[in-house]
């Protein structure tokens, strides 16, 4: 099976590959009633959607180990906020400031749009197809088009998030995304999409996940297979994630509710994941030092884990995988004012190489900037990195973060906090009581620090500053220019169908 999947991927990518530009027609040499009918071909079409979401997110396709080619997406959640410094003569350079010229333009900033939408067409494929064409039984046929759906809420709601006008700071009437829910078929300039509206984008975003809920799997998630699909926990997951972005700037109770509810609902699971406290997770099982790329390494997961990309080298055993070099010290380097946010002895800090500790900040390579740090949780240059989307630390975070907007200082949200400050050191810190807060205010400051510290080079920082109203690395950026521009290539094509966000007109 393993094989035979390999090679429909293959063919199915190399045959349909769809054209990211809005005026080149898509090339489909596979009829799509053969590639949908059968379950294996149409499987093989499933993994191939989720390699395009594993690649938009954070790295390039399967056997390529260069993030430049598409794994903008992770880079730039980081960029420009306190974590990430990246070198002054970097052509990224530009995403800490926001002074975008065109040739941003034309490489990372088209590079993060086309490949969304190149990722949501492989989706809308499957979404459309399977339901026309198929005819393997309806239990599979229902389960690969709720994993579909999955995808797709994935990949747009990361559009909002870079793109949407307001997405982020409670403009529901602000400009969102282009919502296709079909799959794409050509250039043709009398039927350019405008974009939706944010409420709409989110709205379309909530129903794809909730559509998805009662057909995703609900197996438990004995190993690391599992953690690569889509499941109904994951779907919980992500849609606490929706809420609490489209909730937290304005902080709708309504939404921060759900956030809360959803995040209880992942964290009460009983499907083998679970929440380590053991002060040596964050380096022996969540980021492995895969320095080598061995298999063992990789598949050695955390029970804390909802949802990965496995690195390109696993396709053996997860054909999803993609590979990328994340945070490479010759581009990007950890800023050392973050670093001192790590209390001494906290191993997702740094500590110096030559006690022997491992850590999740650290020197790297001696050969390149040898006085800068990098993030381990990223450790292989050659691109044997595994990337967490989802995990229970996120959720106990939003729990927390949720019940304190809501209800005040409360024993719960303290105990989440406790659980996640205290987890990577050996000698424990004092536990946080509700003593230690003098406002429900404080209380909340301290558990976006702290989510600032846990999920940091994760794909959050950004997203989580904006939503919460604080300042990126420059603090001249208003709310406009803190979400990317649209590619003027797709703006200037569309005839005035597609606008461009108000902070770059």
Request: proline fraction near 3%.
């Amino acid at each position: 099976m393993k094989n035979i999947l390999k090679s429909l991927i293959i063919f199915i990518t190399a045959a349909s590959l769809v054209s990211c530009e809005l005026d080149l027609a898509p090339e489909n040499v596979m009829v799509d009633e053969i590639t949908y009918k059968d379950s294996k071909t149409a499987e093989a079409a499933l993994i191939g959607a989720y390699t395009r979401l594993n690649s938009a997110f954070s790295g390039a396709p399967t056997g390529v180990n260069n993030y430049a080619n598409s794994g903008y997406f992770l880079i730039y959640s980081d960029m420009g906020t306190p974590t990430l410094m990246t070198r002054e003569n970097s052509s990224l350079i530009n995403m800490e400031t926001s002074n975008y010229n065109t040739s941003d333009h034309e490489s990372y900033i088209l590079s993060i749009w086309k490949t969304l939408y190149n990722a949501i067409d492989y989706a809308n494929n499957i979404i459309v197809n399977v339901n026309k064409y198929g005819d393997y039984g309806d239990s599979l046929m229902n389960q690969h088009i709720a994993e579909a759906k999955f995808i797709r809420a994935y990949e747009y709601l990361m559009l909002l998030q870079a793109y949407g006008d307001g997405a982020l700071t409670g403009d529901m009437n602000g400009l969102g995304v282009i919502l296709r829910l079909t799959p794409y078929d050509g250039y043709k300039p009398e039927e350019i999409q405008a974009r939706s509206t944010v409420s709409d984008s989110y709205q379309q975003i909530i129903t794809d996940l909730q559509e998805a809920l009662p057909y995703l799997p609900n197996q438990n998630a004995t190993n690391m297979a599992v953690r690569t699909r889509a499941s109904r926990t994951a779907a919980f997951a992500l849609l606490s994630r929706v809420h609490l972005y489209r909730g937290s700037y304005s902080n709708n109770t309504a939404d921060i509710q759900l956030a809360a509810d959803y995040a209880d609902s992942v964290l009460k699971n009983n499907r083998n994941y679970f929440f380590s406290t053991s002060y040596t997770h964050h380096t022996s099982w969540l980021f492995p030092l895969n320095t080598s790329g061995a298999e063992t390494n990789s598949a050695n997961y955390s029970d804390e884990v909802i949802l990965l990309a496995p690195h390109y080298t696993s396709t053996n055993n997860y054909a999803n995988g993609v590979g990328g070099s994340f945070f490479n010290k010759t581009s990007f380097s950890v800023d050392n004012n973050f670093v001192s946010m790590y209390a001494s002895g906290d191993r997702r800090g740094y500590f110096d190489p030559s006690t022997g500790t491992a850590c999740l900040i650290w020197k790297g390579s001696d050969n390149y900037y040898p006085t800068e740090l990098t993030s381990f949780k990223y450790n292989n240059a050659n691109g044997y990195n595994n990337v967490l989307l989802i995990r229970l630390s996120e959720m106990k975070l939003t729990r927390a973060e949720a019940l304190a907007r809501l209800q005040g200082i409360n024993d719960e949200s303290i105990t989440h906090l406790n659980d996640i400050m205290r987890k990577a050191f050996q000698t424990k810190p004092a536990a946080y009581t509700q003593a230690s807060f003098a406002s429900a205010q404080q209380l909340i400051d301290q558990i976006l620090a702290e989510r600032m510290k846990e999920l940091a080079f994760e794909g959050h920082t950004r997203w989580d500053l904006i939503r919460t109203g604080r300042n990126l690395r420059n603090p001249a950026l208003n709310n406009d220019k803190k979400i990317l521009p649209i590619p003027n290539y797709d703006v200037n094509i569309s005839y005035g169908s597609i606008i461009q966000n108000k902070g770059y007109r």
